[in-house]
DNA sequence: CGGGTCTGTGCGAATGCTGCACACAATGTT
DNA sequence: AACATTGTGTGCAGCATTCGCACAGACCCG
């Protein structure tokens, strides 16, 4: 902008534009001008033509002076999930897997310090549904897929990650100090999965096991349940059921390239 | 650009950025640089700079010479699921249904002369899997789902959006007369379902309700089976549970604003 | 080996963008 | 009711950015 001359192979204003886009999560839907200015760190005015030309292009929608996304979002990210044929080769184990375990089963992977859900399974069973999708980011720190994730990443690299975003706190047993955050990473890595208690929700269980290969960027497979009362026994099968699926994605070649 | 001035408001580097996002879909999942400048009918010089600085900002990766979507384009997507409450409002109702129904249901609507899917339960059943996913497009004039959001639109403008679109055929029993078509859409809007057989993919029939309130967005919900012993049957069953379903997703005002 | 296609880059020109400042509308606070 | 606050639309001048072309080299293919 003003000092360091920008790499002229890049286009400042997209990059703006993009921010703009992207600034719309689960936390703020739908939000004024004023706002997305605020949020993304631009002059309104710059915000202003950004949100517009998202307006124009048919991904944003204004409805009075709130701005949020059209369903039309959903068309980027099925380039993606066809070009991948998650449809074909990711879902259908999935979603066999949950129904066998009855319990609904979770593809993810590392986002910008945060993890990313990949994709769900859709299977009806009578337990709660929380709500999290395929493009859903949830806490690192705190969950059992965020842990698992970090395992499947050098132990430096972990520990630089995990530094760079902070460590929030959502329950009373979550815990704060990086080091034993860590230390479970650790514990994750040798074990080859990775269990968390309470730390994200209270009372609830997180199961995890790695999918990528080593040295691949990693993908891990997850679920999570209300603790019961064989939490040995639910862990076991769980965690058996959970490695079965993973084992079926390597062989498929589901998720070698991401 | 040359002639009339441009909108002030408008950011058009912003507008090709995104085109060079929107041309990767099923047909083209990774392409070369000249490639997206073919498509994007952009110079590739802008291509270029486009493509790269989604590179940099993680939405694209390049393996070698070729370009590919990369998960993080997920997040996008992921900010209208849960802005809308997909996984919490829709997703359950909707495998709900396919469970009971024993077949896979697809909601949709429609996006620039295509039936983009929305949303689709997957049952683990024995059936063939087609591989859509949310966020997938397929055509309008020869598939249920696409017929019965035509309908939802007046008269008038679902002749319009079909002669805009053009026509292919997909098999030998395609309806290729824009006229038959606007037909079918016709009794469609009179009738509140749509059937369709074998135009699409053959042997296979598509059935489609509407579910959005009259007035609104035209949304859809649909499924297909290969064509069975007792088509009547089928059919009646089917539609009956699609109606219940659509039915509950109406009264839950799942689908209201989109 | 040669034609075709692809890529990276340099550069001048002009255009498109930026950020500020002002006027006004809407909201909500005392 | 009047005020304080927050949001919105617009104009403008200057400058950084982007555009598109053209060239040189890499790569692929028959």
């Given at each position: ?62 409805d ?34 949950a ?17 990313l ?41 972990a ?21 034993a ?33 080593p ?44």
């Open positions: 902008m003003t000092a360091v001359e920008q790499d002229r192979n890049i286009s400042s204003s997209f990059a703006k534009g993009l921010a703009v886009l992207a600034v719309f999560d689960a936390a703020a839907p739908s939000m004024t001008l004023a706002e997305i200015a605020r949020r993304t760190g631009q002059d309104r005015a710059t915000a202003r033509r950004g949100a517009l030309t998202l307006v124009q292009a048919g991904y944003l929608r204004q009075g002076r709130m701005l949020s996304l059209t369903p039309r979002v959903l068309a980027l990210a099925g380039g993606f999930l066809q070009a991948n044929q998650f449809g074909r080769r990711v879902q259908p184990v999935l979603n066999r897997h129904r066998q375990m009855e319990i609904e089963v979770t593809l993810a992977m590392l986002d910008q310090g945060r993890v859900l990949l994709a769900q399974s859709t299977v009806d069973h009578g337990h709660i549904t929380y709500g999290f999708t395929a493009g859903s980011h949830i806490p690192l720190a705190h969950t059992s897929l965020g842990r698992m994730l970090l395992a499947g990443l050098p132990e430096e690299e520990a630089a990650v995990l530094a760079e975003t902070g460590i929030p706190c959502h329950t009373s047993q979550s815990l704060t100090d990086p080091a955050i860590l230390e479970r990473v650790a514990q994750a890595r040798e074990q080859g999965y990775c269990l968390t208690d309470s730390e994200f929700e209270a009372g609830i269980t997180g199961y995890a096991v790695p999918v990528s290969r040295g691949q960027t990693p993908i891990v497979a997850g679920c999570s349940a209300p603790r019961g009362r064989q939490p040995q026994a639910d862990a076991e099968r769980l965690l058996r059921g959970l490695q079965l699926c993973a084992a079926e994605l390597r062989q498929a070649e589901a998720v070698d390239h991401l």
